[in-house]
């Protein structure tokens, strides 16, 4: 069974840090690619970044180009954002997103089949 699993969400004033972890288990991680994304109160869902763990390719939505990083450890089987330089209209619930990927296609360019159940990101003014 697919699993992923999000933490490290919380509430950080404007121009704080969280860094978000996705922890994933029922599949070959290497084979995947994994995504987040938000979704903001009356808002649909955005992908912010993902990351093709066979070459570790990465894609971001333009908003967060220089302060996001998303970075996978294949050891841990484990996926983190690290947000910097948050801002209010961050605010979302976050979650991570896993499809199969084996042929490293680009992961912005997939839909996501496995979801988490989302960590609550609030950044305060």
């Known amino acids: 069974e697919v699993q992923l699993v999000e933490s490290g969400g919380g509430l950080v004033q404007a121009g704080g840090s969280l860094r978000l972890s996705c922890a994933a288990s029922?599949?070959?991680?290497?084979?995947?690619?994994i995504g987040w994304f938000r979704q903001a109160p009356g808002k649909g869902r955005e992908r912010v970044s993902c990351?093709?763990?066979?070459?570790?390719?990465?894609n971001y939505v333009d908003s967060v180009k220089g302060r996001f990083t998303i970075s996978s450890d294949n050891a841990k089987n484990t996926v983190y954002l690290q947000m910097n330089s948050l801002k209010p209209e961050d605010t979302a619930v976050y979650y991570c997103a896993a499809v199969f990927d084996a042929a490293a296609i680009d992961c912005a360019a997939l839909s996501y089949h496995f979801w988490g159940q989302g960590t609550q990101v609030t950044v305060s003014s």
């Open positions: 029922g599949f070959t991680f290497d084979e995947y690619a």
């Open positions: 990351i093709t763990t066979r070459d570790l390719s990465t």
